[in-house]
């Protein structure tokens, strides 16, 4: 199944909701930053210096000419995570130009988002020739001379700013009610392997998981058995060696670990809801990258507001520039839970954001023309997001209805208004059912119960404030609200003269101004129709005196007006306005039968998709076999002796008998598979048929004052 196939697929299963979308219905914890300067040692400075010229050399022997700015990125990145992840890399150059690796596989190795990051980028073009032995030379002495000025650099300044910054963390933690545990995220595997030992070193031993690309490490083989031995014969072993390993450390880290130092790998699919504190040891320029991976942690679950630590290298004005972009621009860093979806949706690449950046850090050297570069780049990036958030603005006002949008904006803040449609009808049907039972609040949606349905007691229709307040939550399917609504709905309604109070209303409504003063006839019936299940409909029907028709929604606006009877009503409502109920009932089962006719399509597509995709299975496992019968009958041609001859051919007889068999057995599963769709489709042909009944409700003679 091709990419566009499976998005079709997927479509009507999976839909994105956006956390601020239900921010009125679930609490969400905050980010809470933490910003920890550090000034690197003269000799980290030198050393940052001298590889960021030479990657800026015209010709670079040691890169593939196709992946140099690719390559110059990743070295980049890798020279900011530690000296010791730059160091190795730097020997692996070495390596390469000395002829002893053709490929970059110390690179590969160390940077594991590399494979991730080159699909993103532009495809690889094959190496360049050779330069002149001059110039190999003499890059192989500069390589030489930043891999040792490298290798005698063992304390990183900012490997010393960590521990001051795990202390603010934990304490941050603690102050928060949350458990201290911190998961710290680096790009390299070397950088990795240094803090694993740094922080042992500085009374974290034995409380340490690491979590990578391999988990090949002595300590997690011994995690990965021991786990096995505690879960033998449990669901939760899946038998893949690889998944396994990944539970065992994240459980290793829940239950018993403090730390866990992990590479871009647990990034993606991992969740850490448990732990609250995020290192961002070395900071991806990719947004999308950094909310990966605050979002493991920061996710739907997470009990406590979660502590973001970043690193911030006070001689570098590009990371200051990079580190002011990721926190204001694009508010990965604080905020509650989702503040940075909005803007992060508004762009439309991170690895756009990416290629620009490791562009400044190429071309710019002078503190002006990095603030010029990255100020440029925040211009643009502002338009582009502010140009985005117009158009999504534009396409809500496109597709809803304008007074539906307004309503909400003006009423939100409202006691009453912050309910649903359904709960102030409720509300409204509970003031008239139980007004002798009941003592209502003027200013909230809030009564006091003294009647013999349910418990005495005070009860609230806004889950938040009955929370708040201690009271209880009514909602539609609690004991008391279906007593009521069951005994309204079977109540039997006679035909009355109502007389409908819209000046005394307190908001204009659209679409009844014009009628004040005037008079008409209303209809509302209940329709049941049932096919795939039980619907029902309530269908309004009603005209002026004059003949003017009325639609649904402003039925139902008339009937949230006040009202006092005028009793009974006077004569027989007309035949027009039972032959509009016919029209309103035709309308609504064309409307049935249409989504219907569109289910029945899509059940059909789907039945056709599987048996196609069985049928393939089937087909590919033939194609193996006649692949085999080729490599059998190869070797039949290369036997040398009267026996191995005998025997190779005994061989293919067997494999082609048993191809034989299978395009058998193809031919029995397909005309199989082909009577279980017809049966699929026969049975939701047998779901889809109608019955229906029309029960009419009541109908009113009404005048508007």
Same mark, same amino acid.
């Given at each position: 199944v091709g990419n566009g196939e499976l998005k079709a697929r997927l479509k009507a299963l999976c839909t994105r909701t956006l956390r601020k979308q239900v921010m009125e219905y679930i609490r969400f914890t905050r980010r809470v930053p933490i910003t920890q300067e550090f000034v690197p040692t003269p000799e980290e400075e030198r050393l940052y210096e001298e590889v960021s010229e030479y990657l800026r050399r015209e010709v670079l022997l040691a890169l593939p000419s196709g992946q140099r700015t690719l390559m110059t990125l990743v070295l980049r990145k890798l020279l900011a995570s530690s000296t010791f992840a730059i160091a190795g890399t730097l020997r692996g150059l070495i390596r390469r130009l000395e002829g002893l690796e053709p490929s970059l596989g110390s690179v590969e190795e160390d940077f594991e988002a590399l494979d991730e990051i080159e699909d993103e980028w532009e495809a690889a073009d094959d190496d360049a020739p050779r330069a002149n032995p001059t110039l190999l030379r003499e890059e192989l002495a500069m390589l030489r001379r930043y891999a040792d000025l490298a290798e005698s650099i063992r304390n990183n300044a900012k490997g010393k700013a960590l521990l001051v910054a795990l202390n603010k963390a934990f304490e941050k933690a603690r102050e928060l009610g949350a458990a201290e545990k911190v998961v710290i995220f680096t790009e390299s595997r070397r950088t990795q392997q240094y803090l694993y030992e740094l922080l042992s070193e500085d009374g974290y031993a034995g409380r340490i998981v690491l979590f990578n690309g391999t988990n090949a490490d002595p300590e997690s083989r011994k995690i990965y058995e021991a786990w096995r031995e505690r879960n033998q014969g449990q669901e939760m072993v899946s038998g893949s060696r690889s998944a396994d390993t990944r539970a065992a450390l994240i459980e290793e880290f829940r239950e018993r670990a403090d730390v866990l130092i992990a590479t871009e790998s647990a990034a993606e699919g991992v969740n850490l809801q448990f732990c609250s504190l995020v290192v961002n040891y070395d900071l991806p320029w990719n947004p999308q990258r950094v909310e990966q991976r605050i979002g493991r942690c920061h996710r739907y679950g997470q009990k406590h507001d979660v502590v973001v630590v970043n690193f911030l290298n006070k001689k570098n004005e590009a990371d200051q520039r990079v580190f002011e972009l990721l926190s204001d621009k694009f508010k990965l860093f604080s905020g509650v839970f989702g503040a940075s979806d909005e803007v992060l949706g508004a762009v439309e690449s991170g690895v756009d954001i990416e290629k620009r950046i490791a562009q400044v850090y190429q071309e710019c050297r002078r503190g002006e023309e990095i603030q010029e570069a990255f100020d440029a780049l925040q211009a643009e990036l502002e338009a582009e997001i502010s140009d985005r958030m117009a158009e999504t603005r534009q396409a809500l006002l496109d597709n809803f209805d304008e007074d539906v949008l307004a309503r909400l904006k003006v009423h939100e803040d409202e006691a009453f208004q912050n309910l649903s449609e359904h709960a102030r009808q409720l509300l409204a049907l509970l003031r008239t059912e139980l007004a002798e039972q009941a003592d209502? *609040? $003027?200013?909230?949606?809030?009564? /006091?119960?003294?009647?013999?349905?349910?418990?005495?007691?005070?009860?609230?229709?806004?889950?938040?404030?009955?929370? /708040?307040?201690? *009271?209880?939550? #009514?909602?539609?399917?609690? $004991? #008391?609200? /279906? /007593?009521?609504?069951e005994r309204a709905a079977v109540r039997p309604l006679s035909s009355a003269h109502l007389r409908l109070d819209y000046t005394g209303h307190s908001t204009i409504i659209s679409g009844i101004k014009p009628l004040v003063g005037k008079s008409g006839w209303l209809e509302v019936a209940k329709l049941s129709v049932e096919s795939l299940e039980l619907e029902e409909y309530l269908e309004f029907a009603a005209q002026t005196d004059d003949g003017k028709v009325l639609d649904e929604d402003l039925c139902r606006k008339l009937l949230n007006l006040s009202a006092t009877v005028e009793g009974q009503q006077p004569g027989a409502p007309p035949t027009a306005l039972r032959r509009l109920m016919e029209e309103r009932v035709g309308e609504r089962l064309a409307l049935v039968e249409e989504r219907n006719g569109r289910f029945f399509d899509e059940e059909v597509t789907k039945l056709d998709r599987w048996s196609d995709d069985l049928k393939v299975g089937l087909e590919r496992e033939l194609k193996e076999l006649d692949k085999e019968i080729k490599e059998t009958r190869r070797s039949a041609k290369g036997a040398t002796s009267l026996q191995e001859k005998l025997a190779a051919q005994k061989a293919l007889k067997k494999a082609e008998a048993h191809r034989t068999q299978k395009r058998r057995e193809l031919y029995d599963a397909q005309d199989a598979i082909d009577a279980q769709r017809d049966a699929l489709i026969e049975s939701v042909e047998k779901q889809l048929r109608q019955s229906r009944k029309l029960e009419t409700l009541f109908t009113i003679r009404w005048t508007i004052e």
């Open positions: 209502f *609040d $003027p200013d909230a949606p809030r009564f /006091r119960y003294h009647g013999s349905d349910a418990p005495v007691g005070t009860y609230h229709l806004d889950w938040r404030e009955a929370e /708040r307040k201690g *009271d209880t939550f #009514l909602r539609q399917d609690h $004991p #008391l609200a /279906r /007593r009521v609504i």
